[in-house]
């Protein structure tokens, strides 16, 4: 069996050069102009799709394939500032001379989209181009990402980290903001910029994690990027991949936005914007360096200014970003090289800031710059076993500084000063006093990749393989948490100050393969990605690692049964692995006061006991993983494009942060009245009576104490309908009409393991002696039903575009959980004779839920039986909660109109204005809970901006 499969293998790789050698080539060449002009347009990408051939034209707007195997082709071309183009060419002999017109963007254009296109070939995924993000008039990423199906239209909010999370329910707060989004969501959604992936994972800005676990106090740290560092005027194009990704893009598992920034020549461009809360001024320009081939640089620059309320300084956020690119391809006419490089610096220019609520000399600061470079692009070698090398290298360094004088009070704390377990004698914090902070980082990342692709065809079947690895490496060479170990700030006392530097670098190799094959079936054709990705975090070798291996299957398909009905469907598996802020925690110092001895006529003696954990994390911490399914259909039913995408995804292993608990004994001296003038000697306190010395007694106490610990105790499941129905163009009025939207229903478990939790009431006179053990798998369910109503009005006469979005969302509920394994739940009420009615919660009556177990002062672990939930001391570790704790919030069908305007004047000038919640459309709504009051949507809101072009 073995040598037959060899011999077939031999075989083919024998054969296939011949095969392909055989076949009739020829020279394709032509000239791209402006359709208007007639200008030739130089560093336009051209591309024939079926054979992944590729090249820019030169100078002269000439460009030249050699080599082409006689055919029928589509050819693609794009170009910065103009609408890409896309026909069908057939080659059976030389073609010289082909003309390729391209049309200049303009509102003045037939056809334009100014929302997100939904590719369905394989994977479901949307793409927004540059027209679409400009209409938008986005001051984020976040108000991008708002375009895509299942998405609702939020006011846009620079005051707190802007994150990303995809097939999530976004929302706001009561408070009226945007609702921070979900730390692991976030993390497991990649953001990839001109391929390079932003790593999140070197960031440590955290005061201490024994007693916070993560903060976003700090910063994003242990969560996905900040997106407020990224300019919205750089980009050219998105693409937020929902689906199974490609094999090429990993560490992810919820999708990935890959943002494609601008290249080659534009004219100079200024923009202004603003709106109730947000200022923003940008310029840039891109132009062709002199002389033959010499590429073409793009410089951009931004600043953003934001504030959230003129009542709260604090909370305002000032963004300096610049960019400078160059780009060029060399040897065009035969094996063209792509060369790119891109420089990015950015800089919050926030310095001190002061609430008014704070005392006088209360300061706060934080400053973060950074410096992205890279280096990529593609080499097309044409051989027959390898078409192009695509390659990527890049680097950032950023700088993060938090510096805090604020004001403490503490109440009998020992001052945390040694670094040694054992017993001490310390002195006492003051009640008051002010503490300094500073917590230096300084995060890197590198990452290089390098992919090689080619294509054959076997018979009918046509095979596009792609291969290749990266490397990604992250560390922090910050000098970390530093303050006066004397004054310390009042959230660090169970730690100590850390350098971010003596922190190991995380360092991750990925192996990658994938195959697209298209298969013609009669009048249909069946189009299959397959792929397998390798990751290795913390490796040794390729296949030897410190950490976790892990293979992730992934397969797409599409059956085009005609050209008016697609199937598709896939799965595929995806995961994320820690942050060096989950593999590398906090040390846990506890401090218990053994002795304290006061007196008005002498000197005080206070003996402090400490325990301490010098390895606090969890070498049990596995990677984060999600289960993807999809299936979906896109058919034309008389003129009306639909797109359905039903899914499911299984996230597991999620981090998150527990408290694990530990008996400490430590001895606890006896009383002294005054005048004995006790001392503390070789761990033992002496003391004076009557002229003798004498040893003070003492007990032996045991106490339960706690420090967090990084958990995989996070899990969701989603699963939902996505749509989109395009009803076309209405010619009469210019109008083209949609309608997309989802159904999503998330089920979170943020505790999907049991978890512990102290009894803080004392028992005959002590501390209570057990430690329950409560089960996993609680959290909450939510669910949406919503649509986008869009009407798009483009009157090219007038360059203008008018769009409105009639927001509305049919069902919005939310409820809790806790139940086992097998979907029962836990909770219950008891009956008249004291008997648990499991899942009936009727009002008035009080819900409970038992441990599973508990630990004793020897940590010895005890099964739960069913009588301790009536016994003393037992039934005091049961839980209690109120009647409606579980019942359903259930929130009225709710709508609101949002506006957008584009109108360009002339060559050089376009104005854009956006209105949100237009009538201001606020209803009020009582919490069936809690039997508060809410308003529904945000409150209306608006902004402009004006871009002049020369």
């Known amino acids: 069996m073995n040598q037959t499969l060899k011999h077939i293998i031999t075989l083919i790789i024998t054969l296939l050069p011949l095969y392909l050698l055989a076949q009739n080539n020829y020279n394709f060449s032509g000239v791209v102009q402006n359709i208007t002009t007639k200008e030739h347009i130089s560093l336009v990408a051209i591309q024939l799709t079926e054979l992944n051939r590729w090249t820019t034209s030169d100078l002269n707007g000439e460009f030249n394939f050699d080599n082409i195997p006689g055919g029928k082709y589509t050819i693609q071309a794009s170009c910065l500032g103009y609408e890409s183009y896309e026909s069908a060419v057939e080659i059976r002999q030389d073609l010289e001379n082909y003309k390729l017109y391209m049309l200049a963007s303009s509102l003045g254009l037939d056809e334009i989209t100014v929302v997100a296109s939904e ?6 995924s949307s793409t927004i181009e540059n027209a679409a993000i400009e209409h938008s008039q986005p001051t984020s990423l976040t108000d991008i990402i708002q375009l895509i199906p299942g998405q609702i239209s939020l006011n846009p909010d620079l005051s707190k980290a802007n994150q990303i999370t ?10 009226d903001k945007t609702r921070q989004a979900n730390a692991n969501d976030a993390l497991g959604t990649a953001i990839i910029i001109d391929g390079t992936p932003l790593d999140n994972d070197a960031n440590m800005q955290s005061l201490n994690t024994t007693r916070q676990g993560q903060s976003s106090e700090f910063s994003t740290a242990g969560g996905g990027v900040d997106l407020r560092q990224i300019s919205t005027d ?8 929902r689906g199974i990704p490609s094999v090429q893009y990993g560490d992810l598992t919820s999708g990935a936005v890959l943002i494609k920034t601008k290249s080659g020549k534009t004219p100079f461009k200024g923009k202004l914007k603003a709106d109730p809360k947000i200022k923003q001024a940008a310029i840039s320009k891109g132009f062709l360096l002199k002389g033959e081939n010499k590429g073409a640089v793009n410089i951009d620059f931004d600043i953003t200014h934001s504030y959230d309320d003129l009542r709260r300084p604090a909370r305002s956020y000032k963004r300096l970003n610049s ?13 063209p090289l792509s060369i790119n490089f891109k420089g990015n610096y950015f800089q919050t220019i926030d310095n001190e800031k002061k609430d008014p609520d704070q005392r006088q000399l209360e300061r706060q600061r934080e400053k973060e710059s950074g410096v992205d470079l890279k280096l990529y692009g593609k080499w097309s070698l044409q051989k027959w076993w390898i078409g192009n090398i695509t390659y990527n290298f890049s680097g950032s360094f950023t700088q993060q500084d938090f510096y805090s004088y604020a004001l403490n009070s503490s109440q009998a704390t020992p001052i945390p000063t040694t670094y040694t377990a054992g017993i001490y004698e310390v002195d006492i914090l003051p009640s008051e006093y002010y503490s300094e902070l500073s917590v230096d980082g300084k995060p890197y990342n590198y990452f290089a990749t390098v992919k090689l692709d080619s294509r ?15 490397w990604r490496q992250s560390g922090n060479n910050g000098k970390g948490r530093q303050y006066d170990l004397n004054q310390p700030p009042r959230d660090a006392i169970t730690t100590r100050p850390r350098a971010f530097k003596d922190i190991p670098a995380s360092r991750k190799l990925a192996l990658f393969a994938e195959d697209k094959i298209n298969l013609p079936i009669g009048n249909s054709s069946l189009e299959t990605q397959i792929g397998i990705r ?3 975090f913390l490796p040794k070798g390729i296949f030897s690692t410190d950490g976790f291996k892990l293979f992730e299957p992934r397969i797409n398909f599409a059956y085009h049964i005609t050209p008016a009905l697609t199937l598709r469907g896939g799965f595929g598996k995806t995961s994320k692995t820690p942050t060096m802020l989950h593999m590398y925690p906090d040390a846990a110092y506890i401090d218990k006061i053994s002795f304290n001895y006061y007196s008005s006529e002498s000197p005080g003696l206070i003996v402090s006991t400490t325990e301490i954990i010098e ?14 399914y999809e299936l979906g259909a896109d058919f034309n039913i008389y003129g009306i494009n639909f797109i359905l995408t039903g899914f499911s995804e299984k996230i597991r292993n999620g981090f998150g942060w527990e408290n694990q608990y530990f008996v400490m004994n430590y001895r606890k001296w006896d009383q002294l009245g005054e005048g004995f003038l006790p001392v503390f000697e070789n761990g033992e306190i002496k003391y004076n009576e009557n002229g003798a010395i004498s040893t003070l007694g003492y007990e032996q106490e045991s106490e339960f104490e706690v420090f967090k610990s990084p958990k995989n105790n996070y899990s969701i499941d989603k699963k939902g309908v996505e749509y989109v129905v395009n009803f076309g163009r209405i010619n009469p009025i210019k109008t083209d009409l949609m309608v997309d939207g989802a159904y999503y229903y998330i089920k979170r478990s943020r505790h999907a393991v049991p978890v512990l939790e102290r009894i803080t009431s004392s028992y005959q006179g002590d501390y ?4 329950p053990v409560l089960p996993g798998n609680s959290g909450t369910i939510s669910q949406r039903l919503n649509s986008n109503f869009r009407t798009i009005t483009h009157i090219p006469e007038m360059k203008m575009i008018f769009s409105l979005n009639l927001q509305t969302i049919w069902m919005n509920k939310t409820e809790s959980f806790w139940q086992n394994k097998s979907g029962t739940p836990v909770a219950y009420t008891r009956g008249e004779n004291n008997n648990k009615l499991y899942g009936q919660f009727p009002a008035g009556e009080i819900i409970y839920v038992d441990p599973v177990g508990f630990y004793d002062m020897d940590m010895q672990y005890h099964e739960w039986q069913d009588n301790y939930s009536y016994e003393a001391p037992y039934s005091t570790m049961v839980e209690k909660q109120d009647d409606d704790f579980y019942d359903k919030e259930s929130y009225p069908i709710n709508w609101q109109l949002n506006l957008k305007l584009t109108k360009e004047f002339g060559k050089f000038v376009k104005l854009s204005f956006f209105a949100y919640n237009v009538f201001n459309h606020r209803p009020l709504y009582k919490n069936e809970r809690s039997g508060s009051y809410t308003r529904l949507n945000q409150i209306a809101y608006f902004g402009a901006d004006l871009t002049f072009s020369l």
Do not use: A, C, H, W
């Not at 750089?234 to 991949?241: D, K, T």
């Open 166 to 175: 995809i097939r999530d329910i976004n929302t706001y707060s009561d408070e």
């Open 534 to 536: 390798y990751n290795n």
């Open 323 to 335: 960019q400078f690119g160059y780009s060029n391809t060399l040897f065009k006419k035969q094996k």
């Open 234 to 241: 750089y980009i050219e194009s998105v693409e937020v991949i």
């Open 768 to 771: 209570f002696p057990y430690l």
């Open 615 to 628: 390895d606090t994390g969890n070498p049990d911490l596995k990677p984060m993983t999600n289960n993807k």
């Open 456 to 470: 054959f065809k076997l018979g009918n079947m046509s095979n596009s393989v792609m291969y290749g690895l990266d």
């Open 119 to 124: 590719n369905t070939n394989l994977g479901s």
